[in-house]
Structures are given as C-alpha cells and as structure tokens.
C-alpha cells in the first residue's frame, strides 16, 4: 500500500507564509512527477504547482514568483513553500504524486487527504 501524508496547513494572515510538507511510503518502486493541487469551496480542482524527478518545475500563474515546489527524492517527500499569501489562496491543497509500486507494471497517480490552508485577517 503507498500513502500520502500531508502537514503544514493552517491559518495564517495576508502576507504571511506557510511551508506545506508530503512524504510518501510503502511499496514504492519509483516516482516521477509530484505536485500540489487545490480547491477551494465551489470550484475545481486546479494545479497549482508540479516537479519532475529531475527538478523541472510547473507553477500557475496566480502563485508564479509567491510559491516555490521542492522535493527530496531519498526521502519521497514533496514540499511547497507559499510566501505572499492572499486570501484567494485559501482551500485544501492536496499531494499529488505519479508512482509505481514494485511488482507493477505501470506508474498511476496517488492523492493525499489535504490539509486546510486558510488565509485571513
């Protein structure tokens, strides 16, 4: 079984900053692509940032220049460091990563549960 977990959310005010944390583990053989979704209430689901194994980064333009993704491969863990928050930032942001577990075949994507991440005064 593989598992997402998430830490980091909470409430913080406008301006401030909030560093989000996702380790994955179980029987993992090899990950590529991770990243960080949201979705705030009454929308969709939207990407807001992704890395390759390689480090090659992906960023919406509402957080591009405010957010920065990393990854620790050794340690199949995913950050995002969200600096400049705006209350438009508020919503669950959930880890995403594209993995294969050993003895498959093929990569699929795993969620984490999410983790609330409010912004206000």
């Known amino acids: 079984q593989v598992q997402l977990v998430e830490s980091g959310g909470g409430l913080v005010q406008p301006g401030g900053s909030l560093r989000l944390s996702c380790a994955a583990s179980?029987?993992?053989?090899?990950?590529?692509?991770m990243g960080w979704y949201r979705q705030a209430p009454g929308k969709q689901r939207e990407l807001v940032a992704a890395i390759t194994s390689g480090g090659s980064t992906n960023y919406a333009d509402s957080v591009k220049g405010r957010f920065t993704i990393s990854r620790d491969n050794a340690k199949n863990t995913v950050y995002l460091q969200m600096n400049s928050l705006k209350p438009e930032d508020t919503a669950v942001y959930y880890c995403n990563a594209d993995l294969k577990q050993y003895g498959s075949s093929w990569y699929k994507d795993y969620w984490g549960q999410g983790t609330q991440v409010t912004v206000s005064s």
């Open positions: 179980g029987s993992i053989f090899s990950i590529n692509a």
